[in-house]
Nanobody, 121 residues
């Protein structure tokens, strides 16, 4: 399994931006970001194949968030712009060995510890 460590969370005002980072100990076929708000299930945010060929976003973040991978540093980023209060959650990085990983949490083999994002209105 790949070890994942997230960073970059924090408190930001609505309309602001944050960039999350996920340092990976190795490579996987698909990398993704999920988030979980208090009292809610973990939900998919974005995914990207390590090759860069496949990228997919949840409708709720499309046009505002961008996922990217730095191959040289084995690091996955999530650039979050135009943040809203409903984006407040713990954000988790995930890695999947299978090539067809999608939006389900069970598709992913490795998880980071999470980083908190709080958007004040």
């Amino acid at each position: 399994q790949v070890q994942l460590v997230e960073s970059g969370g924090g408190l930001v005002q609505a309309g602001g931006s944050l960039r999350l980072s996920c340092a990976a100990s190795g490579r996987a076929n698909v990398m993704a970001w999920f988030r979980q708000a208090p009292g809610k299930e973990r939900e998919f945010v974005a995914l990207m194949s390590w090759s860069g060929k496949d990228i997919y976003y949840a409708d709720s973040v499309k046009g505002r968030f961008t996922i990217s991978i730095d191959n040289a540093e084995n690091t996955v980023f999530l650039q979050m712009n135009s943040l809203k209060s409903e984006d407040t959650a713990a954000y988790y990085c995930a890695a999947a060995e299978v090539t067809r990983a999608g939006i389900r949490t069970r598709d992913y083999d490795s998880w980071g510890q999470g980083t908190q994002v709080t958007v004040s209105s």
